[in-house]
């Protein structure tokens, strides 16, 4: 069996951080970047989520109808972006559709805006319907590791507006098992920490997530044989995934 050394300040890191008005980054560093469609070198993402859009994408719609429209963000396009909705929409629309500088999803590198392609779109809020090619991206997603991250019965717990085409990647199983219980991301960690679940994948393995609460000083914990990923939440702790093939 291995053991792994831990450091409180990994928290802060992963592809499953909660990043919202009450969790901001942490000294956010910028991901290595690369765009998921070739079509729009400018617009990019952290390399392993890029390329799992890359491929959602081209499951749901290889005619390229659906489109990039924002990813990566640094702070100051991210400050840019909130002065320019605040001056031109005000204040209730601004907090409703936009993040805090240093409190966006986009800064981290693993959220990405997407619309259906037409002559003009509309950055803050793209149009993204529930039919056609966008409704299949939305249902293929959860298995390439996206989530939409913000729905309309999920405001008062995420803080924003209902956002039919911001997509954020967490990852599988995590996806599946936020879409079949109808969690968002804010509700991921209780969820995790009260049931240990276990999904069953497509490839013939199970996954199972635990939860880790973070002392204060580094510690090393035991990992099982074959395949582990440990994600920080930016809160108190790690998500422990564990895959395994099915006897």
Known sequence: MRTV??????????????????????????????????????????????????????????????????????????????????????????????????????QTGLAMDLALAAPEIDFIRPHFPQDGVCGLFRQLAARYGFVQRYRRHKEPLTGIAEEPWHFRYVGVPHARLMEENDLCLEEYRDFVRGNRPVCRLENGQTAQVTYLLCPQEPWDIPLPDGRCQISGDNVAGFFLTVWRDIP
Not at 59 to 82: E, H, K, L, T, Y
């Open 5 to 106: 050394t831990l450091h409180p300040d990994q928290i802060y890191t992963g592809p499953l951080i909660l990043v919202n008005a009450r969790h901001p980054l942490r000294d956010p560093v910028q991901p290595y970047l690369v765009p998921p469609d070739s079509r729009y070198p400018q617009i990019t993402m952290e390399r392993q989520a890029a390329r799992l859009l890359s491929a959602a994408l081209q499951a749901a719609d290889p005619d390229g109808a659906i489109v990039p429209v924002s990813g990566w963000r640094s702070q100051a396009q991210q400050q840019a972006i909130w002065d320019d909705t605040l001056k031109t929409e005000g204040e209730v629309f601004t907090r409703q559709y936009v993040a805090l500088p240093g409190c966006s999803e986009h």
